[in-house]
């Protein structure tokens, strides 16, 4: 009986194992991968360093280069070379004007191809010029396995990714709030031919209406590369970034990756500002002591089975005056299990100036 016992419990843990490995797997994608925003851990993932084309996910990093590159309000006038192009569409026509600003939108809710040529023209004259640009970015961010031919992400062999190396350029490009406001947004207006009419952009990233939590980013598909699709939640200060590459499945598996990261992580707070307080003493100050604190917060995404916080005050006792208020007079230290998770600066909340010797020896002197 105890034997029959022990299999059957055996068995039990084989299934429960089999079921989450086949959950981590379970994407129809050729390369996909979920990252934890802040710290980058990657907690699934499937041929995530396979090189992959990435259709017009493409646009996240020209947008990048262009945000970096480019005032928002500067005024693009459309030139013929910069129409007529291929794919995507808002049919921008010959001698229009319109920003920066509006053009990116264009970009990132409506995937338009020409918008994307007419950026990469305004900032670096020409299609090539600006997949220079490109590349250098990728190889900023470290990128090895990343190589871009053109703005927009129609076919070339010498045009890819993989689902990690996206992942590390979406993560990058959610660091800039002009770049998330604008994939975030439904719907946008901007003007047809000069104040001809109106034209009303939708964003293609149905997770915006349908997945709670859900801030952007791109969506992307040619015949050769299959649907792709990169995007990113947040809830309870947990952030994720997921991208398949050729997933026919992609909206379904994303929201499915997506539950399972915000299933096993949560946003742990560490410290409220001035939880933690010191008394340090001056040497050779005019008063004998000091406060010091933390002026700021810390929060930080921990696995919710492997949580085991601990601090550490370290700072030296003896402080050699003067010291200023707001200065640094030493720093809190987080651990989980041991582990270094966060740091917190101790900061004097007093101003103590130096004795002066020699101006106390000479008063005694001249009394």
Known sequence: MCKKICFLCMLMLMLFCFSVSTYALSVSARGAVLIEAQSGDVVLEQNKDTRLPMASTTKIMTAIVVLENAPLDK????????????????????????????????????SANDASVALAHTVAN????????????ATELGLKNTHFTNPHGLDDDEHYTTAYELGVIASYAMKNPQFVRIVSTLKRAIPLNNGEGTRVLVNHNRLLRSYDGAIGIKTGFTKRCGRCLVSCAEKDGVKFICVTLNDPNDWHDHQ????????????VNLAN??????????????KQSFLATNLQGLCVVLKKDNINISASLEANRLCSAPIKNGQRVGKIVFYNNDEIIG??????????????????????LFR
């Open 75 to 110: 005024v693009v006038k459309i030139e013929p070379n910069m129409t007529n192009i291929e794919g995507s569409s808002i049919y921008l026509h010959e001698g229009e004007e319109l920003t920066v600003e509006e053009l990116l939108y264009a970009l990132m809710l409506e």
């Open 126 to 137: 020409s299609i090539e010029g600006f997949a220079e640009l490109m590349n250098k970015k």
């Open 256 to 267: 499915e990756m997506l539950d399972y990261g915000f299933s096993r992580y949560e946003c």
């Open 273 to 286: 500002p001035q939880d933690y307080s010191i008394s340090l003493t001056a040497v050779n100050g005019q």
């Open 343 to 364: 740091t917190l600066p101790l900061i004097s909340l007093e101003n103590i100036k130096e004795i002066s010797y020699k101006k106390s020896i000479f008063e005694r």
